[in-house]
């Protein structure tokens, strides 16, 4: 089909719409909920979104759905309260952070992004730091023209922010969009056996995040390791998204394990991020070996197993025929010999 006709088929333009609905819808709950005094959002899933979108089309596709995700999110900086100057220049910076994180996952033109390949999650690991720190750099400049804020501040706010937004969310959106959800909630696994993982999971967040009592973050990656020894590395990118969000949330609004950081807010969520950058570079690196293991397993039974139903095989063949078979070691010692040869 010609890319002009693309434009006008109903199910892009029901894509276009939705991505910049969610993106809009994505980018104004982000600012409002975890803005810092340097303007700069605590995460940023809004380039992950897109991300997501992009790597699963062709590159001639990718205009038309940047432009109105663009348009997207220069309308919720305006809604939050960001001057024209910077709702304009912002998603600017992040345009070309996101184009750079998508041209280097689709440039050696894989089927689509797949957190269980280890080739997958390094270029994504390098596409969001070089991203982030080419957006982060503009974004810089930008905002020491309209404020008095520490420039290395405002720089580290923004790369930690958009390079975690990356790291988080891309698997995860990854996964919703494909409409593999189900597999990557249960795995290989019996349904039950996933549905107790998941509900461990659910009951250690509301233990870590729900109460300023008890310091429990040391918990989260146990966590992790639940689900990464039951489930598949994709299994294990929706809980750290989840985890990611849940995490953020709670040090925004005064509860959970960020409250027994001293300092400002802006000091808390840092230490948050901090903490979801380990569980990040950690998490799924390990996952992604788990889960070769398993296959690797998975491959030597079903090997053992074929090589026995042979062996019986050429046996039932050998012990048949009417022919002489014999089988001799260097030393000539016969090893095995035919009913026929005796």
Not at 10 to 34: E, K, N, Q, Y
Not at 300 to 325: F, G
Request: glycine share 6%; hydrophobic share 60%; net charge positive.
């Amino acid at each position: 089909m010609p890319i002009a006709s693309r434009f006008l088929n109903w199910r892009f333009a029901a894509l276009v719409g939705g991505l910049a609905a969610g993106v809009f819808a994505v980018a104004a709950i982000s600012i409002l909920l975890s803005r810092d005094y340097t303007q700069i959002a605590a995460i940023w899933p809004v380039n992950a979104i897109i991300v997501a979108t992009l790597i699963r089309k062709e590159r001639a596709l990718w205009a038309p759905l940047l432009v109105p995700a663009y348009l997207a999110t220069v309308a919720a900086n305006l809604v939050t309260g960001n001057g024209l100057l910077l709702a304009i220049l912002f998603p600017a910076a992040n345009v070309a952070e996101i184009v750079f994180c998508s041209w280097l996952l689709t440039r050696q033109n894989t089927p689509q992004f797949e957190a269980g390949r280890v080739s997958d999650f390094v270029r994504l690991l390098a596409g969001a730091a070089l991203g982030a720190v080419c957006s982060a750099s503009i974004a810089t400049i930008v905002i020491m023209s309209q404020s008095d804020v520490a420039p290395f501040s405002l720089f580290l706010s923004w790369l930690s922010a958009d390079a975690l937004g990356l790291l988080i969310f891309t698997p995860t959106v990854s996964v919703l969009m494909s409409g593999s959800v189900i597999q990557a909630l249960q795995g290989a696994r019996a349904p039950s056996t996933a549905l107790l993982a998941w509900l461990g999971f659910a009951v250690g967040l509301l233990a870590i995040f729900a109460q300023s009592q008890i310091d429990l973050l040391a918990v989260a990656p146990l966590l992790l390791i639940l689900i990464a020894f039951i489930l598949e590395p994709s299994g294990v990118a929706l809980a750290i998204a989840v985890l990611g969000c849940v995490a953020i949330a709670s040090a925004t609004f005064g509860v959970g394990p960020a409250e027994f950081i001293e300092g400002s807010a802006a000091s808390r969520l840092r230490y948050v991020q901090g903490f979801l950058a380990l569980l990040v570079l950690s998490g799924m690196p390990a996952a992604i070996a788990l889960a070769r293991r398993r296959r690797l397993e998975a491959e030597l039974v079903a090997a053992r197993e074929s090589a026995q139903a042979n062996e019986a095989l050429y046996r039932l063949l050998a012990d048949h025929s009417s022919d002489i078979v014999v089988r001799a070691g260097p030393n000539g010692i016969v090893r095995y010999a035919s009913p026929s040869a005796r």
